[in-house]
């Protein structure tokens, strides 16, 4: 096949996932990593929870407008960088796919990413859903430390450019300290702190309480965001 169309990327974090194309300098989109669903429960514990069948399989929002569905229960596939169900983020990634990027996922190769110390069970279930939902061409999953990088490249001459060095990478949700050498993440010397930007927000959103600024309770998280960023 000539004129081939071009890689899809998709990162998924904690907190937002970046969606676009290869050879594009920015993604097309940043959207939260959250996903609004209608569901039934059983009395009893989560584990008894039950993802509506039938029709409601597609009765779902994610992103922003994830918030503005009323009557929507709020959840979010991705914690601390893990992916933790996985029946919601095939159908997150399904949205992300048809949505978003209007692509048919037969006609793309992707570009997924991972977090360093992501196990090869996840590893696994990604290239599961890709291949057996999305019957997706050709998939590749990069370690998000070494892909940015590739990143720096842009602003250095071709002598200069590298895949090694130490990538501090704090997100949402997880804060890692990644060696890597020569494209190659040493996972033996890799350094995971359970605080990011996330916890941040919910530090200067409780200083906001104590010191009665007054904001209304609705706006809180939103102005601490605000004043984080």
């Known amino acids: 096949m000539t004129g081939r169309l071009p890689a899809c990327v998709i990162d998924v974090g904690t907190g937002y996932t970046k969606?676009?194309?290869?050879?594009?300098?920015?993604?097309?989109?940043?959207?939260?990593?959250?996903i609004a669903i209608k569901e039934t429960a059983k009395v009893g514990d989560q584990s008894s929870r039950r993802l509506c069948k039938g029709v409601e399989d597609?009765?779902?929002?994610?992103?922003?407008?994830?918030?503005?569905?009323t009557?929507?229960?709020?959840?979010?596939?991705?914690?601390?960088?893990?992916?933790?169900?996985?029946?919601?983020m095939e159908r997150?990634?399904?949205?992300?796919?048809?949505?978003?990027?209007?692509?048919?996922?037969?006609?793309?190769?992707?570009?997924?990413?991972?977090?360093?110390?992501?196990?090869?069970?996840?590893?696994?279930?990604?290239?599961?859903?890709?291949f057996e939902s999305f019957n997706v061409p050709g998939l590749y999953i990069a370690v998000q430390a070494v892909l940015a990088l590739a990143a720096s490249w842009i602003s250095r001459s071709i002598s200069d450019r590298?895949?090694?060095?130490?990538?501090?990478?704090?997100?949402?949700?997880?804060?890692?300290?990644?060696p890597v050498a020569e494209g190659y993440v040493i996972g033996s010397c890799i350094k995971h702190i359970p605080i990011a930007g996330r916890?941040?927000?919910?530090?200067?959103?409780s200083l906001l309480r104590e010191r009665e600024i007054g904001i209304p309770p609705e706006q809180s998280l939103e102005t601490a965001k605000a004043i984080k960023e």
């Open 71 to 88: 009557g929507y229960a709020i959840k979010y596939p991705v914690r601390h960088g893990l992916v933790e169900d996985w029946d919601l």
């Open 162 to 178: 590298t895949l090694t060095g130490i990538v501090i990478d704090s997100g949402d949700g997880v804060t890692h300290v990644i």
């Open 92 to 130: 997150f990634l399904e949205q992300c796919i048809f949505k978003y990027l209007r692509a048919e996922p037969e006609d793309h190769y992707f570009l997924l990413t991972e977090p360093p110390l992501n196990t090869p069970e996840n590893r696994e279930y990604t290239a599961e859903i890709m």
């Open 19 to 34: 969606l676009g194309f290869a050879n594009n300098k920015e993604p097309q989109f940043i959207i939260p990593s959250a």
């Open 199 to 205: 916890n941040i927000t919910y530090f200067i959103q």
């Open 58 to 69: 597609l009765d779902f929002y994610i992103g922003d407008e994830a918030f503005d569905a």
